[in-house]
């Protein structure tokens, strides 16, 4: 629980950004510009009135800040063990939540953003390791997805808390939600602190092997683990002849997983659940919601994407990847086409939004895709970088899928408000058309991985139509 809470600081920052940045208060400080075109600017499209540059840099900033973190928490993950990164990751977030609930200038907000970067890189790049090498091999989907339920839970609770403090009267319930994400990060840095480090990492540091398997008997629940740690040795001691990680992992023998560890993480963000998770209470004034009922909108979704979140953790290991991402494929590019439709054909560019009714038809299929994505890439996305790379080039395998995963997520971030204003309605179209695209990728190229012990998991790579003309010999 302590490791997973990782993923409530991640998830209550993209729940909080998106929530202040609709707040008229916190507009009005910071960025009158957005503010007063909102406000008095009647003959901008409705598409373009939240479009600021700045407006984005408050919310991508700190996943540019999140990609740099990542590199430097490989090393130390890699160098020192997990539970030192998941400690340094508490620590920043807290300082930057500090920050941000205590800022009275852009470059203090911005500077802020950018320490709760550095928590999120170190903290998304230990926690889902921690978790998978600690997991059993038949439960490993389980205990990994409980990170996307963390980031779940962590994002409905700062919708709720933004919910509550926008009522408060004085103007000042901005920094009641930036500063409430002290919280977590308290409860992750503290801890932390009394986590045992992974049998994984007690060997690969230490060589310690007798405390690896009291360690392993402990987890396991049995007094039968020599298999595995037999399989962790052998692991370790190749990890030792890689001198350079990175340059290995782009190696012909390590193609399959260098291909995901980029695939994965660049799929996920171009479904485009990020531009939901960030700007969804923008993009329900938008469409002709009010400022609280934007905000109660995105609670909504909310619970949506913790349900099947929870549900995904249930069936991940029964039904197996695969199943899964194609199926929430499918459901989230049906809901894309049919929103982006809507809002084409009924959305006045420049007049006062949906009628009542199309309103609640775009907000029920947003709810449909957000459930598509909570059962597939939400939770798949961050389970299956990590259990698929050997001991050799496991820390800089996860370190490269965070790093694109930031720098997707930045560049999303960035530019969605600018690209919902050039492209309009075609903006569900874009992200549609590349969940097509990765939906026939995992068809065609990603192998089945449920129920593999980690340390065996070349085997998959060995039996794939495509990929072993590059790992055979190996």
Request: with cysteine; hydrophobic share 50%; charged share 15%.
């Amino acid at each position: 629980m302590m490791a997973a809470m990782g993923g409530v600081i991640f998830g209550y920052d993209i729940g909080i950004s998106g929530g202040v940045t609709s707040m008229e208060p916190f507009l009005k400080k910071f960025f009158p510009q957005v503010y007063t075109r909102m406000k008095d600017d009647k003959n901008i499209s409705n598409y373009c009135k939240f479009d600021s540059e700045l407006l984005t840099l408050f919310t991508s900033s700190l996943y540019l800040a999140g990609l740099v973190a990542s590199f430097f928490a490989s090393f130390v993950t890699g160098a020192y063990g997990r539970k030192p990164s998941i400690v340094a990751g508490g620590a920043a977030f807290l300082a930057g939540a500090a920050l941000n609930g205590a800022a009275v200038s852009i470059y203090m907000l911005i500077l802020g953003r950018v320490l709760l970067g550095v928590g999120v890189g170190f903290a998304n790049q230990a926690v889902p390791l921690y978790l998978s090498e600690m997991a059993p091999a038949k439960y490993r989907g389980a205990f990994n997805n409980g990170f996307q339920l963390s980031v779940g839970i962590g994002a409905l609770a700062a919708n709720l808390i933004n919910y509550g403090t926008e009522k408060i009267d004085g103007g000042f319930g901005w920094r009641i939600s930036l500063a409430m994400a002290a919280v977590p990060a308290s409860a992750l840095t503290l801890g932390a602190l009394f986590l045992p480090e992974t049998p994984n990492s007690l060997i690969q540091l230490n060589n310690n092997h007798e405390k690896a398997k009291k360690m392993l008997q402990k987890i396991r629940g049995t007094e039968n683990v020599e298999m595995e740690l037999d399989d962790l040795i052998k692991a370790s001691e190749m990890s030792k002849i890689a001198k350079n990680p990175y340059g290995k992992i782009a190696g012909r023998n390590y193609r399959p997983q260098f291909v995901m560890s980029i695939a994965i993480p660049f799929f996920q963000q171009v479904t485009g659940i990020n531009v939901i998770a960030f700007y969804a209470p923008i993009l329900f004034r938008t469409i002709g919601f009010g400022e609280s009922a934007s905000l109660l909108s995105a609670v909504m979704t909310g619970v949506v994407g913790i349900a099947t979140t929870f549900a995904s953790m249930v069936i991940v290991d029964r039904f197996g990847r695969r199943f899964l991402l194609i199926i929430g494929g499918i459901v989230m590019f049906a809901s894309q086409m049919i929103v982006g439709s809507v809002m084409a054909a009924e959305l006045d560019d420049r007049g006062g939004g949906l009628s009542r009714g199309y309103a609640d038809l775009v907000l029920v299929l947003i709810g449909v895709y957000v459930a598509g994505f909570g059962v597939s890439w939400g939770a798949l996305g961050w389970l299956i970088p990590s259990e698929i790379f050997p001991m050799e080039i496991r820390s800089a395998g996860q370190s490269i899928s965070v790093a694109v995963n930031f720098l997707f997520t930045f560049l999303v971030g960035q530019t969605f408000l600018t690209m919902l204003c050039r492209l309009k309605s075609g903006i569900f179209f874009f992200f549609g058309g590349w969940v097509a695209v990765m939906t026939v990728f995992v068809y065609l190229l990603l192998p089945e991985t449920k129920n593999i012990p980690i340390e065996q998991m070349e085997m998959v790579w060995r039996e794939h139509w495509f990929w072993k003309k590059f790992v055979v010999g190996k």
